[in-house]
């Protein structure tokens, strides 16, 4: 069955420590990929995400993330993070079949970062 | 531009009661996605509406059902309501989806449904 997989369902960091916080999928075919953003109090909004072409996307606030097809992952990360950045943050794969199109969204990693 | 608009913002119902909620899609888009935020879950995918449409659904039983109207806007029925029905219902819309496809979703502030 096709699933996305986020490793972290809590994380706790200080500030200026990096982050990395890990998606999996299991699907073979074609995939979009996104991470999504939930500031305390706001909507869910797009941070970056990944078409086609360099796997390796930049969104905003500094994040980035690494499409790496073989191992079926898309990972976030930035070098330093900030207090601004505790919110939950949600991986998504939006797969492509001949019946459609279909976004599965992680469990959700709630990250809190220590000022 | 005004973004995704979700009514009620809080609903309560009881147990076997039917719920209804409300969309209102970004201007122009013609995609609607529902999906249940249940504690600990994540997002999980009710059902997809595009051009008037359903186009897909998760896997929910069919006492959830809903429909899109002639200007987008979308309803989220659920019947015979189940404790385990309270959750954050988001709705998301996008461009057509069909005429390309991977367009990012816009959320809502989303419906807060109770059931006791």
């Known amino acids: 069955a096709q699933s996305v997989s986020q490793h972290n369902h809590h994380v706790i960091l200080s500030e200026a420590a990096s982050l990395e916080l890990g998606c999996n999928y299991s699907y073979g075919g074609t995939v979009n990929l996104f991470w999504y953003v939930q500031y305390p109090g706001q909507h869910l909004q797009l941070l970056l995400k990944?078409?086609?072409?360099?796997?390796l996307v930049k969104g905003i606030k500094g994040f980035e993330a690494e499409f790496i097809k073989s191992k079926f992952s898309f990972n976030l990360r930035k070098p330093s993070v900030q207090w601004s950045d505790t919110a939950e943050y949600f991986c998504?794969?939006?797969?492509?079949?001949?019946?459609?199109?279909?976004?599965?969204f992680g469990a959700g990693t709630r990250l809190f970062v220590k000022a | 531009e005004a973004g995704v608009t979700q009514s009620p913002t809080h609903l309560i119902k009881t147990r076997g009661q039917q719920a209804t909620l409300r969309c209102s899609p970004i201007s122009g888009h013609t995609s609607v996605y529902w999906y249940q935020q249940a504690l600990g879950l994540g997002l999980q995918f009710l059902l997809w509406?595009?051009?008037?449409?359903?186009?897909n659904r998760g896997n929910f039983p069919p006492r959830f059902s809903g429909r899109q109207f002639p200007n987008y806007s979308s309803e989220l029925n659920v019947n015979a309501l189940e404790l385990e029905d309270s959750a954050l219902y988001l709705c998301?819309?996008?461009?057509?989806?069909?005429?390309?496809?991977?367009?990012?979703?816009?959320f809502g502030p989303g419906t807060r449904l109770t059931v006791l």
């Open positions: 990944y078409f086609s072409g360099d796997p």
């Open positions: 998504a794969v939006l797969l492509k079949n001949t019946g459609g199109f279909k976004t599965i």
């Open positions: 998301a819309s996008s461009p057509s989806a069909t005429s390309g496809g991977g367009d990012t979703q816009y």
């Open positions: 509406y595009d051009e008037g449409e359903e186009r």
